[in-house]
């Protein structure tokens, strides 16, 4: 398993278990605990912690976006992990450096997560939410003159 993919793997886990308990556990313990187990020694695990802390620290607007992008199903109605698959996708469609993750491999891997992981149709549901998430990203990337409508240019310093 290629070390981003496994990294994904792991943070998806990890989201997972702390969805299942509310969001009441400890998620730093749960993440270093399933390094551990499940990826010991991965060349990358600053990698697992970028997407765990950047879907943490914008959860509210990744949800946000999932219930708007996915109109027939009400976002307390997704499967567990099917929702925590696509919290990383949109993390990193959103936020994510895009040289580092280009759009459609943050789709794909996101797909491949969902086939691996959720139900028999999980992978065509993430597949749509996320299609709909990048064209909208691309329509108004389009509409601001390419410039992303979510993250703040850098500031300049003086």
Excluded: C
């Excluded at 307390?76 to 280009?102: K, S, T």
């Excluded at 549901?125 to 003159?145: D, I, M, W």
Aim: no cysteine.
């Amino acid at each position: 398993m290629a070390t981003r993919h496994l990294a994904r793997s792991v943070v998806l886990q990890s989201l997972y278990e702390w969805d299942f308990s509310g969001r009441t556990g400890d998620l730093v313990a749960t993440v270093q605990r399933n390094i551990d187990e499940f990826a010991p020694g991965i060349n990358e695990p600053e990698f697992v912690w970028k997407i765990v802390n950047g879907v943490v620290q914008h959860l509210s607007e990744i949800d946000a976006v999932i219930s708007a992008s996915a109109v027939e199903w009400p976002f307390d109605q997704i499967a567990l992990v099917d929702r925590n698959v696509l919290r990383i996708g949109v993390y990193e469609l959103m936020f994510a450096d895009h040289e580092e993750v280009p759009h459609k491999v943050a789709i794909n891997e996101a797909i491949e997560l969902a086939k691996n992981y959720g139900g028999v149709n999980s992978g065509k549901f993430v597949n749509g939410v996320l299609g709909t998430v990048y064209k909208q990203l691309e329509q108004v990337s389009a509409e601001s003159g390419g410039a992303s409508p979510l993250v703040p240019p850098p500031q300049s310093e003086n």
